[in-house]
C-alpha cells in the first residue's frame, strides 16, 4: 500500500489563514437543511435562519401533529416573502423508527447496572422500570446479548441523554435489559434503536401515507425524506404512491440511509433514489465508530459521481445548548463538506436548540471556507458497501487492503479542480450523453478561463445539475424558463419545483425566468432573459466589470456553449 500523502496545487500560507472571510451574497457553495421546530418557528427566528444561509426548511412527522407544522409553514412563508430568500420545503417521514412512549413527560432516571423491561403495552405508565414502546414485535426480533440504544429525538452521543442497553432476557412479548449506562431521558418521545437488528415494518407506513397525502399534497413539497430506506424498492414504492397524488410526481426522493441494510444495498438505492441522506446518528450506532468515516466517504464518493445530491447529518450536536461547537465538530463539519456533502442537514440542533440562528450561521461559514476533498483509489475498483458491512462486522481494517492514497484539498485557493474533473469524466465514460459532454465542456470552459459565474438555461433542472456534478469553483445560476403545462382541466406554469430543488445541490443558485421567454428561443428573448441573470449576479456581487461569464442554453435545435466578456 502506497502511504497517504496530501496533493495541493499551491501550498497555504500560515498567515492567509488569519485574513477575514470575504462577505459573499452565496454564503457557501455547499448548502443547509434545517428543522424547524419548538426553537425556531417563528416569523422572526426562520427569517434570521434564511439570511444565515438555510436553503430548505426540513419538517419532521416523528412528532408533532399536521397542525402544529402546518402553523410553521406558514411563519415560513411569511419568512421567504419578507426576506426575499427562496426555500424550499422537506417533509421527514416516520418510517419504521421504533419510540419509547412518556406519556406524562416527565424525566426517566435510569442507573447504570440496574434492570429495564421494555414493553409492547403502551397503557403502562412509563418509569425507570418500565418503558412502553410502539412496536409488539421486539420481543421476536432479539436475543440476549443484542445492543439496544434510547435516546431523545436522535442520539446526541452523550451519556448523561442516551442510554444503553443490553438485553438479559426476553419474556413472551416483553424485553428485559440490563442498563449499561447511567442516563436521564427527557420528553414525551425517545427513540429506539436496535443496533444491526432487523425490523420486519414498512417503509412507508400507513401514517406516513395519511401525511403525505393531506399536508404534502396540500404543501407541494419538493422533497421526501425516506426514513429507513432499506433496499431499492422502498423508493421505487415510495415514487410510486407519489405519482398517484397530483403535482407530488415531481416531488424527489431522498433515501434516508440508517442501518446496516441500507448500507448493504446503498448501490441499488442510490439508483432509484433523486438523493441520499447520511443519517449518521442511527448509522453511528449499527456502525463501530471507527467505521462510519469509511462508509461516508464512500458513500459521498459514489453519490459525487452519480451526479446525486448527498447530505450529511449529525454535525454539531453540541450547539444544541451551546453557542460554539466542539473542535472536532468544525472539523467534522470541514470534513463532510470536503468528503463531497451538498449538503449539511442540521436536526435537534435547530429544532429543539438554543442557537438556531447561530447554528446555521457557524456551519455555513465553516461550509465557505472548505473547498471539496478529493478521495481516489491508484487502482479503479471501488470499495463495494457490502464489504464495509463484512468489515464492520468482522473488525477488519479496509484502509490497509483497499485504499492506496487519500488525497486531501484543504481549501478553494488549493482545491485541485483539474484532477477532480479529470476523474469524473473518466467515471462517466465514454461516449457521453449529448447533455453530460455539453455540461462537462461548459465547466471546463469556465475553469480555462476563469470565469466568476456559470448561466445556464434550463427548464428541468437537468442540465444544471450536470454542470454542479463536475464541481465547478464558481457558482452556478440556474436560470429556469417555466413551461405551460396542462391538466385537461386548468392551465398552469411549470418551474417553481425545479428552481426549489436546486437548493439542495451543491454550488447552485436558482432564479425563475419570465415564462414569456422560452429555453429553446432564438434570439431577442434569449439576450433579454441573459441580460436579467447578468443583473442579477452584478446585483448579488458575483460579477464585476470585465468578468467573463460562461453561458449554457438552446438555440433552436442546438446546445451551446458560449462565454462572454462584461463591459464596463
Request: negative net charge; proline residues 4%; hydrophobic residues 40%.
Amino acid at each position: 500500500m502506497h502511504s497517504s500523502h496530501l496533493l495541493l496545487e499551491e501550498p497555504i500560507r500560515m498567515a492567509s489563514i488569519l485574513e477575514p472571510s470575504k462577505a459573499s451574497f452565496f454564503p457557501a457553495m455547499t448548502k443547509i437543511v434545517g428543522t424547524l421546530g419548538p426553537k425556531s418557528r417563528s416569523v422572526d427566528v426562520i427569517s434570521g435562519c434564511l439570511k444565515a444561509g438555510m436553503s430548505v426548511a426540513r419538517f419532521d412527522f416523528s412528532w408533532g401533529n399536521p397542525e402544529y407544522h402546518q402553523e410553521t409553514l406558514e411563519n415560513l412563508k411569511a419568512a421567504v416573502k419578507s426576506t426575499k430568500k427562496l426555500c424550499a420545503v422537506m417533509l421527514d417521514t416516520v418510517g419504521p423508527e421504533l419510540q419509547v412512549i412518556n406519556k406524562s413527560e416527565k424525566p426517566i432516571s435510569l442507573k447504570a447496572d440496574a434492570s429495564v423491561v421494555l414493553t409492547p403495552d403502551q397503557g403502562q405508565e412509563a418509569s425507570s422500570q418500565l418503558l412502553p414502546i410502539n412496536f409488539d414485535g421486539l420481543s421476536k426480533a432479539v436475543k440476549k446479548g443484542d445492543t439496544i440504544f434510547i435516546g431523545q429525538y436522535l442520539f446526541t452521543g452523550s451519556e448523561t441523554t442516551s442510554v444503553w442497553l443490553e438485553v438479559s432476557e426476553v419474556k413472551g412479548d416483553d424485553v428485559v435489559c440490563v442498563i449499561k449506562n447511567t442516563a436521564t431521558l427527557a420528553g414525551s418521545l425517545f427513540t429506539l434503536h436496535a443496533s444491526q437488528i432487523i425490523i420486519e415494518l414498512p417503509t412507508l407506513s400507513d401514517k406516513d401515507k395519511e401525511v403525505i397525502s393531506s399536508w404534502g399534497v396540500q404543501n407541494k413539497i419538493d422533497f421526501l425524506s425516506l426514513s429507513y430506506t432499506r433496499h431499492a424498492e422502498d423508493v421505487r414504492q415510495a415514487r410510486e404512491y407519489l405519482s398517484k397524488l397530483g403535482d407530488l410526481y415531481q416531488t424527489q426522493i431522498f433515501a434516508k440511509i440508517e442501518n446496516i441494510e441500507g448500507l448493504t444495498h446503498f448501490d441499488e438505492i442510490l439508483q432509484e433514489a433523486d438523493g441520499i441522506i447520511l443519517s449518521r446518528g442511527n448509522l453511528g450506532i449499527d456502525l463501530p465508530p471507527e467505521k462510519v468515516f469509511l462508509f461516508q466517504k464512500a458513500a459521498l464518493y459514489k453519490c459525487n459521481m452519480a451526479g446525486k445530491p448527498a447530505v450529511v447529518t449529525r454535525v454539531v450536536d453540541s450547539m444544541t445548548d451551546n453557542l460554539r461547537p466542539t473542535r472536532a465538530e468544525a472539523t467534522d463539519v470541514a470534513n463532510a463538506v470536503l468528503d463531497g456533502s451538498d449538503a449539511i442537514l442540521l436536526g435537534a440542533e435547530t429544532l429543539r436548540g438554543l442557537y438556531p440562528v447561530e447554528t446555521i450561521s457557524i456551519v455555513g461559514k465553516i461550509c465557505a471556507e472548505c473547498a471539496w476533498y478529493e478521495w481516489f483509489y491508484s487502482h479503479d475498483e471501488l470499495i463495494n458497501m457490502e464489504t464495509i458491512s463484512v468489515i464492520a462486522l468482522q473488525g477488519i481494517n479496509p484502509i490497509c487492503d483497499a485504499v492506496d492514497a487519500i488525497t486531501i484539498i484543504a481549501a478553494e485557493k488549493v482545491f485541485n479542480q483539474d484532477l477532480y474533473f479529470k476523474k469524473t469524466v473518466k467515471y462517466v465514460g465514454e461516449p457521453m450523453t449529448h447533455l453530460e459532454s455539453i455540461a462537462s465542456s461548459a465547466v471546463r470552459a469556465a475553469i480555462k478561463v476563469k470565469a466568476s459565474v456559470i448561466i445556464c438555461f434550463t427548464s428541468s433542472g437537468r442540465a444544471a445539475r450536470l454542470i454542479a456534478k463536475y464541481r465547478p469553483t464558481m457558482p452556478v445560476l440556474s436560470v429556469v424558463i417555466p413551461r405551460l403545462k396542462t391538466n385537461q382541466l386548468k392551465w398552469s406554469f411549470s418551474g417553481a419545483f425545479e428552481a426549489r430543488q436546486s437548493l439542495i445541490v451543491r454550488g447552485l443558485f436558482p432564479m425563475l425566468a419570465d415564462p414569456r421567454h422560452p429555453a429553446e428561443s432564438t434570439s431577442a428573448t434569449n439576450e433579454s432573459v441573459l441580460k436579467v441573470a447578468l443583473d442579477h449576479g452584478k446585483a448579488s456581487g458575483v460579477i464585476k466589470s470585465h468578468d467573463r461569464v460562461v453561458v449554457c442554453q438552446k438555440v433552436g435545435d442546438a446546445s451551446v456553449v458560449k462565454i462572454i466578456e462584461l463591459e464596463d
